[in-house]
């Protein structure tokens, strides 16, 4: 899977704004801010961010969905 690249992050008051190729993605507040600062120093902060805004399942659902496990019957 490629890595998740584009992700941003702005510390405004007590809120992080998450955007993705400047457009915001997402608001963090209280104690979700504060988890997400903490996380960011023993992690991929790409990957976080990506994992955090629900932007991480790229690529491979296509070829889940046409498994033959995955069909249906």
């Given amino acids: 899977m490629p890595a998740a690249n584009g992700f941003d992050?702005?510390?405004?008051?007590?809120?992080?704004?998450?955007?993705?190729?400047?457009?915001r993605a997402t608001v963090l507040r209280g104690s979700r801010a504060a988890d997400f600062l903490v996380d960011?120093?023993?992690?991929?902060?790409?990957l976080l961010m990506a994992r955090l805004t629900g932007n991480y399942r790229r690529g491979n659902e296509r070829t889940a969905r046409n498994h033959?496990?995955?069909r249906g019957r």
């Fill in 9 to 23: 992050y702005q510390i405004r008051g007590e809120a992080v704004v998450i955007t993705h190729h400047g457009r």
């Fill in 40 to 46: 960011l120093e023993s992690g991929d902060p790409q």
């Fill in 68 to 70: 033959p496990r995955n």
